[in-house]
C-alpha cells in the first residue's frame, strides 16, 4: 500500500528559529513529490521535486528530495509567525493520472 | 496557475438531507478532477477521481452510494453527499488536473459542511 509519512507531526519554534520538516514515501511507480502549505482553506503549492540531490528554493524556503533515502525535507529559516500553517507533503503515486498520496501534515506553529 | 472555484463555501444541513458540492474549473478544461475530505487537524484523504463522461474512482473504504460524483462537463465536478449525518462534517476539498500539466493540481478553496 502507497504511504506518505510526515515527521514531526507538530512543532512551536519561535521567530528567527529554523525549521526542518521530514517526508519519506513508499509509493509505487513515484514520479515526484510535492510540498503545500495550507493555512485556513486549501492548500497552496509550494515545490514539486522530480530529481534527487537538486535544491529548490523560493525566498526562506527550500527543499531537497533523496530518490535514495525515499525522502524529502522542507526547510524554513528566519520563520516568522506568518509560516504557521500546516505543511503536506504529497507524492505522485502513478502513471499519469494525477492521483497524489498526502502524509498527515506538519503543525508549525511561530511565535512572536 | 488555474482558478478553480467551489461552491457553497459553507454549508450547514440537518441530519438525513442530501448536500450537492460544485467544483468549477474557470479558465481551462479538465478531464480529470478529484475529491479530496480533510478532517480536523488531519491530512487530506483522497475520495475520489472524477473523471468527464465516465464513471468516478472511488479509493477503498468510499462508499460510492453515498458520495455521488457527477462530471458531466470539462469544467464542472459535482458531489454529492447523500442522506448526511454528523460524521459527515468536514472539509471537502476539489482539485483539478490538467491534462499535460505533469502532475501539477490546482486546488479549490474548499466546502466545509456542518450536519447537525
Known amino acids: 500500500e502507497d504511504k506518505v509519512v510526515q515527521s514531526p507531526l507538530s512543532l512551536v519554534v519561535h521567530e528567527g528559529d529554523t525549521v526542518t520538516l521530514n517526508c519519506s514515501y513508499e509509493v509505487t511507480n513515484f514520479r515526484s513529490l510535492l510540498w503545500y502549505k495550507q493555512e485556513k482553506k486549501a492548500p497552496t503549492f509550494l515545490f514539486m521535486l522530480?530529481?534527487?540531490?537538486i535544491e529548490k528554493k523560493s525566498g526562506r524556503l527550500s527543499s531537497i528530495l533523496d530518490k535514495k533515502e525515499l525522502s524529502s525535507i522542507l526547510n524554513i529559516t528566519a520563520t516568522q509567525t506568518g509560516d504557521s500553517a500546516i505543511y503536506l507533503c504529497?507524492?505522485?503515486?502513478?502513471?499519469?493520472?494525477?492521483?497524489?498520496?498526502f502524509g498527515q501534515g506538519t503543525t508549525l506553529q511561530v511565535k512572536p | 496557475g488555474a482558478v478553480v472555484s467551489q461552491h457553497p463555501s459553507r454549508v450547514i444541513c440537518k441530519s438525513g438531507t442530501s448536500v450537492k458540492i460544485e467544483c468549477r474549473s474557470l479558465?481551462?478544461?479538465?478531464?480529470?478532477m478529484f475529491w479530496y475530505r480533510q478532517f480536523p487537524k488531519q491530512s487530506l484523504m483522497l475520495m475520489a477521481t472524477s473523471n468527464e463522461g465516465s464513471k468516478a474512482t472511488y479509493e477503498q473504504g468510499v462508499e460510492k452510494d453515498k458520495f455521488l460524483i457527477n462530471h458531466a462537463s470539462l469544467t464542472l465536478s459535482t458531489l454529492t453527499v447523500t442522506s448526511a449525518h454528523p460524521e459527515d462534517s468536514s472539509f471537502y476539498i476539489c482539485?483539478?488536473?490538467?491534462?499535460?500539466?505533469?502532475?501539477?493540481?490546482?486546488f479549490g478553496p474548499g466546502t466545509r459542511l456542518t450536519v447537525l
Open positions: 504529497a507524492a505522485w503515486a502513478s502513471g499519469n493520472t494525477g492521483k497524489l498520496i
Open positions: 482539485s483539478v488536473y490538467p491534462a499535460g500539466s505533469y502532475n501539477e493540481q490546482f
Open positions: 479558465d481551462f478544461q479538465a478531464t480529470t
Open positions: 522530480t530529481s534527487s540531490g
